[in-house]
């Protein structure tokens, strides 16, 4: 065989997105141009093959770039960037924006709800039940462990550009390690409010600064421990759980491909654990000790107990495997480039002075260290602890999780990363309103 008929066939073999290369790039182009034209619709199966059309560009490119696809973080971060800064250039027509914000995290679709609840149920479902009480008994000193590094390397950042402990634990510190957003600095920014008397919107202003700077960061991280867990192994595992000398893998616990029939009975159980989280959070129990806790957190201790006590037969738990797969799988690229249509460049370059920059790295940086030291003393993987157990406490919440795991190659940790969002967001809200009380 020559060179040239090698390298024919190689091309011919290339898929992209699943399918021939040749028909993924006539689909992109055919959308693309359509949206120009204004002829591409604005209802869920439109946006959704648009958000594909531009994400897998990106994803191909940065599945190929050298050094991008080994140390940043290959296709998903590039489809995140990637359309990002076709946002900012104005790449897209304007009428599409924020249809792609509501299909992505909006009240009426919510893609971002579907891929969480899926992935949480697929996840916890996928855990033998001794890995998944150890597991999730050892979580949360991992979390506190990187919340207090997080403040004790946030403090000394302060120092070094004349701020006091307080105020960087008080205005950089719990803004970033609160879960987000709008779980996290939106209902911190009250609390401040009614604690102190001040204008919560004084607060909330410097707060989503100081985290839109720390949620980059943590993506950024997330690739960078990825890539460095590849360089030493002995300080990950395979990526889908935590517990040091414990794998498991999913495939194999599964006897046969699962029918239809497990399939339905899959979603059942997905959908139906997701209304019993928002039936506590919603009516039965709202908040405890004053903070709101999220559906996700309900949902995730909910599918834990009917994990733990045997309740969901086997093939139903294949089946939601198999859902959790074709999620990760197929819609990593909806996801992040989604995202990144979401996110404000220059909002971010705007907030980039020197010392929120520098304060912003070390309080991540403190909760890598922190997670990462008490998740080896609890038997975790330090890689795997630090990323969730640390960057899930310090990215924007639901979209910051799935943007960092994705960037680190860890979706189907994404039940741990939901936990450090939601009750762990939840902690950090209960110590703010005592903390505002007493130095406010």
């Not at 091309?11 to 040749?22: E, F, I, Q």
């Not at 039936?279 to 004053?290: A, D, E, N, R």
Request: with cysteine.
């Amino acid at each position: 065989m020559t060179e040239k008929s090698g390298k024919q066939n190689k091309l011919n073999d290339l898929k992209l997105y699943g399918a021939p290369w040749y028909m993924t790039v006539f689909v992109c182009i055919v959308v693309i141009a359509a949206a120009y034209l204004g002829a591409l619709a604005t209802d869920f199966a439109s946006i959704m093959i648009l958000i594909i059309a531009y994400g897998i560009l990106f994803f191909e490119l940065g599945e190929r770039l050298p050094i991008w696809n080994t140390y940043i973080g290959g296709g998903v971060l590039a489809a995140f960037f990637g359309t990002a800064i076709v946002r900012q250039l104005s790449l897209i027509p304007k009428v599409y924006i924020d249809p792609i914000n509501e299909f992505i995290g909006g009240d009426t679709v919510g893609f971002t709800t579907l891929w969480i609840i899926v992935l949480i149920t697929g996840s916890v479902l996928s855990l033998e039940k001794k890995i998944l009480l150890k597991s999730f008994a050892g979580y949360f000193p991992a979390i506190l462990g990187g919340l207090a590094a997080a403040m004790l390397f946030g403090s000394i950042g302060g120092l070094i550009f004349g701020i006091s402990p307080v105020t960087v634990i008080l205005k950089y510190v719990l803004p970033v390690m609160g879960g987000g957003n709008g779980a996290g600095a939106v209902p911190m920014s009250e609390i401040y409010e009614q604690v102190t008397g001040k204008s919560a919107v004084s607060y909330y202003a410097f707060a989503i600064i100081i985290l839109t700077i720390a949620n980059i960061m943590s993506i950024l991280a997330g690739a960078f421990l990825n890539a460095f867990g590849d360089k030493h192994p002995s300080l990950t595992g395979d990526k889908k759980t935590l517990l040091r000398n414990n794998t498991f893998n999913a495939e194999d616990s599964e006897e046969a491909e699962p029918t239809l029939s497990d399939l339905c009975g899959a979603i059942l159980v997905i959908f139906g654990s997701y209304a019993v989280g928002q039936l506590f959070s919603g009516y039965l129990l709202p908040t405890i000790l004053g903070a709101p806790i999220h559906a996700y957190a309900y949902m995730i201790v909910f599918v834990v107990i009917l994990s733990a006590t045997g309740v969901v037969p086997e093939n139903i738990r294949a089946g939601a495997r198999r859902l959790q797969k074709f999620m990760n799988k197929s819609c990593a690229v909806v996801m992040m480039a989604g995202l990144g249509f979401d996110f404000d460049l220059g909002e971010l370059v705007n907030a980039c002075t020197v010392s929120n920059v520098v304060i912003a790295f070390l309080i991540v940086l403190g909760a890598i260290v922190g997670s990462a030291l008490v998740g080896q003393l609890v038997g975790f993987y330090p890689i795997d602890s630090a990323i969730t157990a640390g960057l899930c406490m310090a990215n924007r919440g639901g979209n910051g999780d799935v943007a960092v795991l994705g960037a680190a190659k860890r979706m189907d940790l994404m039940a741990y990363a939901q936990l450090s969002s939601r009750l762990g967001g939840g902690i950090v809200l209960i110590i703010a309103s005592f903390l505002f009380s007493f130095f406010m």
